[in-house]
């Protein structure tokens, strides 16, 4: 049985199981379930706190699990990246109010509130900056106003938690986040089982990103139209019963479906249509 680590709560926890369902997992009903047997898959999923994950994982108490690359960075365990989930995209940044600091090197002598103690220790010590960490398990914004720090070091989506704390961004983010699969460092990365569990996750991401495309075009159109549709690997062209006319099916980015239909279509192309696609393996 492959042991993996889900997050039970917070931004990471509904994303990473719906993606596993789509991966054709059995995922937990009730939230309150820690650990869940898919005897089907010969998978055993284990619900833990997204922080702690790492942790589990780096230990070689669990095979893989599901994290921020953030979370995974701060924890310091010996567990390493191996994938890429696409969801929970986020900066780490440093904030303070106006005319505090405008780069990590004046923040000597300051203090910083933090949830990420371990990065930002490790952030400050590679810039020689010598300054406080206060570790907060959350709100860190609000810390600057209650007067526990003059900086704060957190998770940035959209900005709007720090516009509405009067907080504005310092320099350039310390790291890129978003939610990635992990496993104990130095494993080797060859396990039949943990290669299907990323082939199926793999293909939740392609089925995500593409659709398949058909359409039909005069054969001597034929090369233009593939420049646009190329596909992955080739795309698929076959007789028409109708001479001179042939049928192509090609995968696209679905952000670019629209836009490649217009183009087909002044090509010459008819009968273009788009499906999503459920499931792959590339
Ligand atoms: N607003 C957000 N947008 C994108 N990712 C986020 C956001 N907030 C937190 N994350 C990511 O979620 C992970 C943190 O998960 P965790 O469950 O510990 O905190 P949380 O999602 O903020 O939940 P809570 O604060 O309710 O405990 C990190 O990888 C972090 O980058
Ligand atoms: O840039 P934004 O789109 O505003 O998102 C970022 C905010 O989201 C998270 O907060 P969360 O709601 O998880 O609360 P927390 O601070 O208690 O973790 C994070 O800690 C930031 O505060
Ligand atoms: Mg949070």
Not at 52 to 80: F, K, P
Not at 126 to 142: I, K, P, R, S
Not at 229 to 251: C, I, Y
Request: glycine share 8%; aromatic share 6%.
């Amino acid at each position: 049985m492959l042991r993996i680590a889900v997050p039970n709560k917070g931004s990471l926890s509904e994303p990473a199981s719906a993606m596993l369902h789509e991966a054709g997992y059995r995922q937990r009903k009730d939230r309150r379930e820690l650990v869940l047997v898919d005897s089907a898959n010969e998978v055993e999923f284990f619900f833990l706190r997204p922080r702690d994950i790492a942790v589990y994982v780096g230990s070689g108490r669990l095979d893989i699990g599901i994290t921020g690359r953030d979370l995974l960075l701060d924890s310091g365990s010996q567990a390493e990246e191996i994938m890429q989930l696409g969801f929970a995209s986020s900066t780490f940044r440093y904030a303070t109010r106006p005319g505090t600091a405008k780069d990590v090197r004046e923040f000597g002598g300051m203090t910083v509130a933090t949830s990420f103690a371990g990065l930002v220790t490790k952030h400050l010590a590679d810039n020689g900056v010598d300054a406080a960490v206060v570790h907060l398990d959350g709100a860190v914004e609000t810390a600057i106003q209650l007067g526990v720090a003059e900086i704060i070091a957190d998770v940035v989506e959209t900005g709007t938690t720090l516009r509405n704390a009067g907080l504005e961004i310092i320099g350039e983010p310390i790291l890129e986040s978003e939610a990635i699969v992990i496993r104990r460092a130095g494993e080797a990365t060859d396990d039949p089982k943990v290669q299907q569990f990323l082939r199926r996750m793999q293909g939740v991401l392609v089925a995500r990103r593409y659709v398949m495309m058909d359409y039909d075009i005069r054969v001597e159109h034929v090369e233009r139209a593939v420049a646009l549709t190329p596909g992955l690997e080739s795309p698929t062209v076959s007789p028409l019963h109708h001479e001179g006319w042939v049928a192509v099916r090609s995968m696209v980015p679905s952000s670019e479906a629209q836009k490649i239909m217009d183009e087909l279509y002044d090509l010459g192309a008819r009968a273009i249509l788009t499906t999503g696609i459920h499931a792959c393996r590339l």
